[in-house]
T-cell receptor
Framework: DAKTTQPNSMESNEEEPVHLPCNHS???????IHWYRQLPSQGPEYVIH???SNVNNRMASLAIAEDRKSSTLILHRATLRDAAVYYC????????????FGGGTRLMVKP | DVKVTQSSRYLVKRTGEKVFLECVQD?????MFWYRQDPGLGLRLIYF???????EKGDIPEGYSVSREKKERFSLILESASTNQTSMYLC???????????????FGNGTRLTVT
């Protein structure tokens, strides 16, 4: 299975943009890049996903490198409620729903 | 909004007990999943189901079984609980529309099980 690598933790100031990196150098052509986050004492929450093109939604933006070996989740203005563990996950359409979560990045937001 | 409800937030059981963890989703999703989450190990898939009465083993099915008698309900069963099954258990669901691999997972808030 293709794996992802993320920093263990990152810090941000409130109201500033946050760029959360993810490396996936062994990504295959059929892998979708998904991001989830997990707030304290809650289950993971879907954030965004993409295949090749950059994607935007109300929560975040996803920037995917041209070679697809890395991607970046962008929170445009971090708030204290964005403090969470962020998971970058590859989903293979040949593997159906076998979605594997790694360690993720713990984002801390300072007021 | 999709709601995935897990019946208990906290459970304490004794070694050897039979334990049932219940999960209900309200969006008519075809697929349902059980994960466990442990510090340093991330989320690991125990079992999943893509239809009523259907089940597939995930990465760590040993010591667990599941039941899906109705589309909205997916139960995880610990036949004889052991201390190494102390963990956070998370239920999730998604639909097949657009391809199941592309459909977001919706998670419940988890059941923290302690086996003593």
């Amino acid at each position: 299975d293709a794996k992802t690598t993320q920093p263990n933790s990152m810090e941000s100031n409130e109201e500033e943009p946050v760029h959360l990196p993810c490396n996936h150098s062994t990504i295959s052509g059929t892998d979708y890049i998904h991001w989830y986050r997990q707030l304290p004492s809650q289950g993971p929450e879907y954030v965004i996903h993409g295949l090749t093109s950059n994607v935007n939604n109300r929560m975040a933006s996803l920037a995917i490198a041209e070679d697809r070996k890395s991607s970046t989740l962008i929170l445009h203005r971090a708030t204290l409620r964005d403090a969470a563990v962020y998971y970058c996950i590859l989903r293979d359409d040949n593997a159906g729903n076998m979605l594997t979560f790694g360690g993720g990045t713990r984002l801390m937001v300072k007021p | 909004d999709v709601k995935v409800t897990q019946s208990s937030r906290y459970l304490v059981k004794r070694t050897g007990e039979k334990v049932f963890l219940e999960c209900v989703q309200d969006m008519d999703h075809e697929n349902m999943f059980w994960y466990r989450q442990d510090p340093g190990l991330g989320l690991r898939l125990i079992y999943f189901s893509y239809d009523v009465k259907m089940k597939e083993k995930g990465d760590i099915p040993e010591g667990y079984s599941v039941s899906r008698e109705k589309k909205e309900r997916f139960s995880l069963i610990l036949e004889s609980a052991s201390t190494n099954q102390t963990s956070m258990y998370l239920c999730a669901s998604n639909s097949d529309s657009g391809g199941s691999y592309n459909s977001p997972l919706h998670f419940g808030n988890g059941t923290r099980l302690t086996v003593t």
